[in-house]
């Protein structure tokens, strides 16, 4: 079997305010086009296909044209998995039919444990959860953290294995020993829920989302596709792209995404970065992490600089404080507080609030309402 494992493309995601729709829509393209051109046999998403728990519209219809072209329109199979961005509740509507057409989606638990079945190869689905959900599900209060769970996980999917065929896992945590970056969700980076590698073992390959750069773990069989496009400073130095994997004889190759406006840090003088010999060899519309080396005040300093550069997101002094530019959100004072509260929520989390989450928030404010 081959086929394309990419993961986090988080649709919908701003950088400091910027609309990222045309860049990720560039990305895809050249991911469609790598999967066509390399005749893979599925293309699999290892979760965070949304960046918010409650997509936008837009976030919404621009997900279903890239999966309407890949699976209905260029016949691929899509095996998919919901990660922690997600609302897996949002995200599995109308699944009963997606098998149809060869779109396998697991957002629960409970799925992963029946295989897609390929010739040679049998391919887990393994949504991102939480411990309390594997504790339900095995009806095991032993169960403490993630690492806990995949050690049962992982030996109900071996009992699973065809002898006869390779097996891949997808799913949607932190490795242990990987390393992240600032985009990245630090809720669940952490020891109690670090997945050790060794555990991870019985599979051939384990195709990972969550982290954003591929070479956040360096292990041959497990791998993080990392996110098709940069989303903070910290990534500027990464090369974005996919992974082709063939499971016999095991190979892997990256394939490399080129993004239309890249992230990158420009260090200089004011005087230096606005000199029209130096600008015009640059890629002026790039997201642009500004390093002024100057330490005279300079009146409108940053909207000088962006009447030459219009997409930038950071302006540091490298003699100085960080002055940060990026625009403030208004607040709509009719918005039920409910609302307002999973909005504030999901903007400082980079998560939905659970189901219990807001049950707790609206005791909390209901008993707020009867004190006043």
Do not use: C
């Not at 219809?61 to 260029?74: S, Y």
């Not at 897996?88 to 149809?100: D, H, Y």
């Not at 995404?257 to 990158?264: K, N, Q």
């Amino acid at each position: 079997m081959r086929f394309l494992h990419t993961a986090d493309w988080h649709i919908g995601k701003k950088l400091h305010g910027f609309d990222l729709a045309e860049d990720q829509q560039a990305a895809y393209e050249q991911i469609q086009a790598i999967a066509l051109a390399e005749k893979v046999d599925a293309m699999i998403i290892a979760g965070d296909l949304y960046d918010r728990g409650i997509p936008n519209e837009k976030s919404v219809n621009q997900l279903d044209n890239m999966l309407i072209d890949l699976n209905l329109k260029q016949h691929l199979p899509v095996l998919a998995i919901s990660g922690n961005h997600d609302s897996a509740t949002r995200l599995r509507t109308g699944s009963p039919w997606f098998k149809a057409t060869d779109y396998y989606l697991n957002t629960k638990l409970s799925q992963a444990f029946t295989p897609v079945e390929f010739d040679d190869t049998q391919v887990f689905l393994l949504p991102y959860f939480e411990p309390f959900e594997a504790r339900r599900y095995f009806d095991d209060d032993s169960i403490k953290s993630a690492a806990d769970a995949m050690q049962q996980i992982v030996a109900a999917m071996a009992a699973k294995f065809d002898p006869a065929k390779k097996h891949v896992l997808v799913a949607h945590f932190f490795a242990a020993g990987s390393e992240h970056v600032d985009s990245e969700t630090q809720v669940m980076v952490g020891g109690l829920n670090a997945i050790p590698v060794t555990d991870l073992a019985p599979f051939d390959y384990v195709a990972l989302g969550h982290l954003h750069g591929k070479d956040a773990l360096h292990a041959e069989r497990v791998r993080y596709s990392g996110s098709p496009l940069k989303f903070s400073v910290s990534e500027a130095n990464q090369q974005k792209g996919v992974w082709i994997v063939d499971t016999d004889p095991f190979a892997v190759t990256f394939k490399p995404l080129t993004p239309i406006h890249d992230v990158r840090v420009l260090k200089g003088a004011f005087a230096d970065l606005t000199a029209p010999e130096f600008y015009k060899e640059q890629a002026q519309d790039d997201y642009l992490a500004i390093r002024l080396t100057d330490k005279r005040v300079i009146p409108n300093v940053m909207q000088a600089l962006r009447d030459v550069y219009p997409r930038i997101i950071e302006l540091e002094r490298t003699d100085g404080p960080v002055v940060s530019d990026t625009p403030t959100e208004t607040v709509d004072p009719h918005l039920d507080p409910m609302e307002l509260l999973d909005q504030f929520f999901e903007k400082q989390t980079e998560t939905a609030m659970t189901e219990q989450q807001q049950k707790w928030a609206q005791a909390a404010l209901t008993a707020a309402n009867k004190e006043d």
